[in-house]
């Protein structure tokens, strides 16, 4: 079974707008992380947003929200007042802690791409 | 402070040619990871690293070797390329925390470098 599903593999929305992009992920491990990371055409990864599994809040970096549901083991991002920039690759990853982990390794999911339209 | 570096940032190659992909962070990160990206199938992990002198394979580790000779340095060694490995490499380090008690270890993100992207003809 895969550890992180992304169902959507093309997003669009408009300039000013927000979106969700969604993800769900499947563990058994009590300790785990939930990230985001955008990839624009330009290649690199970068980190924008993270959950811990004990974290009684959810995250929020600016612009991007993760709407962190436990019992449904969801873990969305939610971009408000989407920009031009805001155009790229949305990758959903976790990572499993706790005894016995793989020490730190994500597991990613396929990705979103993400079209922001004037 | 550079991040995480990766050389080189292209390179082509002949089938059963070798080569090595060299990953170098200034963070003093206990933990690198080697990835691998292909269209639409996210970002897979090859081997990683707990700390320096040691290795482990990761999800899709075959046709790959790797080194932590250096707690900087994490090299991704290719012995005799195919064109299955045509892909884009990236290179991540990342460090933990202990909780009270020793426990829950967390993970902080994984800083990723710039990327690789190989082609084997």
């Known amino acids: 079974a895969q550890k992180i599903t992304q169902t959507q593999p093309g997003m669009f929305v408009q300039e000013k707008e927000a979106v969700t992009l969604d993800c769900t992920y499947d563990?058994?491990?009590?300790?785990?992380?939930l990230f985001w990371y955008k990839q624009p055409s330009s290649g690199e990864m970068i980190f924008l947003i993270y959950q811990g599994s004990y974290d009684q809040q959810n995250a929020t970096e600016g612009r991007y929200s993760l709407n962190f549901q436990k019992a449904r083991k969801s873990a969305n991002l939610v971009i408000s007042a989407s920009q031009l920039g805001d155009s790229a690759m949305y990758f959903c990853?976790?990572?499993?802690?706790?005894?016995?982990?793989?020490?730190?390794?994500?597991?990613f999911g396929r990705g979103t791409q993400l079209t922001v339209w004037p | 402070n550079a991040g995480v570096t990766q050389t080189p940032k292209f390179r082509v190659l002949k089938t059963g040619q070798s080569m090595t992909l060299l990953c170098a962070q200034d963070m003093n990160h206990e933990y690198m990871y080697w990835y691998r990206q292909d269209p639409g199938m996210g970002l897979r992990l090859i081997h990683y690293?707990?700390?320096?002198?040691?290795?482990a394979k990761g999800e899709v580790p075959d046709g790959y070797n790797v080194s932590r000779l250096k707690k900087q340095n994490f090299l991704l060694g290719l012995e005799s390329a195919a064109p299955s490995q045509t892909s884009v490499y990236f290179c991540?380090?990342?460090?933990?925390?202990?909780?009270?008690?020793?426990?829950?270890?967390?993970?902080?993100?994984?800083?990723f470098g710039p990327g690789t992207r190989l082609t084997v003809l």
């Open positions: 991540a380090s990342s460090y933990s925390k202990t909780g009270l008690a020793g426990w829950p270890r967390t993970y902080n993100e994984q800083f």
């Open positions: 690293s707990v700390g320096e002198g040691t290795t």
């Open positions: 563990t058994s491990d009590p300790s785990y992380g």
């Open positions: 990853a976790m990572r499993e802690g706790g005894r016995g982990s793989t020490l730190g390794r994500l597991y």
